[in-house]
């Protein structure tokens, strides 16, 4: 779905760099999620935001940290990446002022630490 | 600690069976109850949402079946066919608290043989 971009699609870094993840979204969504996904333990949020003056810690925050540039855009910074940081990266958006809770994915971002 | 338990983690089944996948949740503040469906290199995209105000709920070939007392709930897969074969993700949610997000099982993954 093309309404929720990521950028980049792939990456590989060296233990010790900051790397930034970047979402954009065209749907006019207030909110906006960056989860993380592994193998076996599912998606777990790592930060959630309501507008763009309010930014949530979810349930693995540490070592991240993000940004809301804008309602469109909400990037995911890791500021020393170390190799546990290896994972599938998803940003998601939803809009509760319509009542409806779906939330929409991008197409993922895999990162990988050596 | 984890909220919603999804099982089984895997499961294999031939074109035209039902496979059954299970979640079971602790919150009882949870009122919305989404699955999620997701193919390889994408993002995971909503397939079917229930509410406890009902046992049951259908859409095509995929049904929710909802057990309020007993907090569980699960998504049954009718003539399944070898484009079903994906990960497929529970979820739950307060949907009237302010501070709304999805919280999600691990996930299963079905395939389903020709």
């Known amino acids: 779905d093309a309404d929720v971009t990521q950028t980049p699609r792939n990456r590989i870094t060296k233990t010790g760099k900051r790397i930034m993840l970047e979402c954009s979204q065209t749907?006019?969504?207030?909110?906006m999620y960056w989860y993380r996904q592994d193998p076996g333990l599912g998606l777990r949020l790592i930060y959630y935001?309501?507008?763009?003056?309010?930014?949530n810690k979810g349930e693995i925050s540490d070592g991240y940290s993000v940004s809301r540039q804008a309602q469109a855009k909400f990037s995911l910074s890791l500021e020393s990446a170390i190799p546990n940081q290896t994972a599938l990266y998803f940003c998601?958006?939803?809009?509760?002022?319509?009542?409806?809770?779906?939330?929409?994915f991008g197409p993922g971002t895999r990162l990988t630490v050596l | 600690q984890q909220q919603v338990k999804q099982s089984p983690q895997s499961l294999i089944v031939q074109k035209g069976g039902i496979p059954i996948i299970n979640c079971a949740y602790e919150?009882?503040?949870?009122?919305?109850f989404p699955w999620y469906q997701q193919f390889p290199g994408k993002g995971p995209a909503l397939l079917i949402a229930?509410?406890?105000?009902?046992s049951e709920k259908k859409e095509g070939r995929f049904t929710i079946s909802f057990n309020k007392s007993a907090k569980q709930f699960s998504l049954h897969i009718m003539d399944s066919q070898p484009g079903d074969s994906a990960t497929y993700f529970c979820?739950?949610?307060?949907?009237?608290?302010?501070?709304?997000?999805?919280?999600f099982g691990k996930g299963t993954l079905l395939t389903v043989n020709p």
């Open positions: 998601a958006t939803s809009d509760l002022g319509t009542g409806k809770h779906e939330q929409f």
């Open positions: 749907k006019g969504h207030d909110r």
């Open positions: 935001s309501f507008d763009v003056k309010d930014i």
């Open positions: 919150n009882t503040a949870f009122d919305y």
């Open positions: 229930i509410r406890p105000d009902v």
């Open positions: 979820a739950a949610s307060n949907s009237g608290g302010s501070n709304y997000k999805l919280t």
